[in-house]
């Protein structure tokens, strides 16, 4: 017997859980960690007055919302061939501004192993945008 899985559902529940888990946890911390305000406080962002704190709000904000829409995605039923992947679409698309605004604060520290990480995931993002709207 052969198992046919739907690649759209899989990915839905790969963004949500991604985002989901870790604007959970800095949603659940209440406060902006040592570790981010550290590595951030040499560059242009600890430059700028509050730039560490709202850049973090920024992240959270933004991992919140992907998680969101593939909620919605999922309970609209997007994972159907037919169906319009208008939440779907939106969560991606806010995937790619988070894993650019993640790759440029890597180099601004110049953090180049997880830039690269972060390059990687905005081309796998980029590449299943495309396969979903093709």
Same mark, same amino acid.
């Given at each position: 017997? +052969?198992l046919k899985v739907n690649q759209t559902f899989l990915i839905q529940l790969l963004f949500l859980s991604l985002a989901g888990?870790?604007?959970?946890? +800095?949603?659940?911390?209440?406060?902006?960690?040592?570790?981010?305000?550290? +590595?951030?406080?040499?560059?242009?962002?600890?430059?700028?007055?509050?730039?560490?704190?709202?850049?973090?709000?920024?992240?959270?904000?933004?991992?919140?919302?992907?998680?969101?829409?593939?909620?919605?995605?999922?309970?609209?039923?997007?994972? +159907?061939?037919?169906?319009?992947?208008?939440?779907?679409?939106?969560?991606?698309?806010?995937?790619?501004?988070?894993?650019?605004?993640?790759?440029?604060?890597?180099?601004?520290?110049?953090?180049?192993?997880?830039?690269a990480l972060d390059f990687l995931y905005f081309i796998g993002t980029l590449a299943i945008r495309n396969k979903l709207v093709?």
């Amino acid at each position: 017997m +052969k198992l046919k899985v739907n690649q759209t559902f899989l990915i839905q529940l790969l963004f949500l859980s991604l985002a989901g888990i870790t604007a959970y946890q +800095k949603i659940s911390a209440l406060a902006v960690p040592d570790w981010f305000i550290h +590595k951030f406080e040499g560059s242009i962002i600890g430059l700028i007055p509050f730039g560490i704190s709202l850049s973090f709000i920024l992240i959270t904000l933004l991992e919140t919302s992907i998680a969101v829409c593939m909620i919605v995605s999922l309970v609209k039923g997007e994972y +159907k061939a037919e169906s319009n992947k208008v939440s779907l679409n939106l969560g991606l698309d806010l995937a790619l501004i988070l894993f650019l605004i993640l790759f440029f604060g890597s180099f601004f520290v110049g953090d180049y192993e997880n830039g690269a990480l972060d390059f990687l995931y905005f081309i796998g993002t980029l590449a299943i945008r495309n396969k979903l709207v093709i």
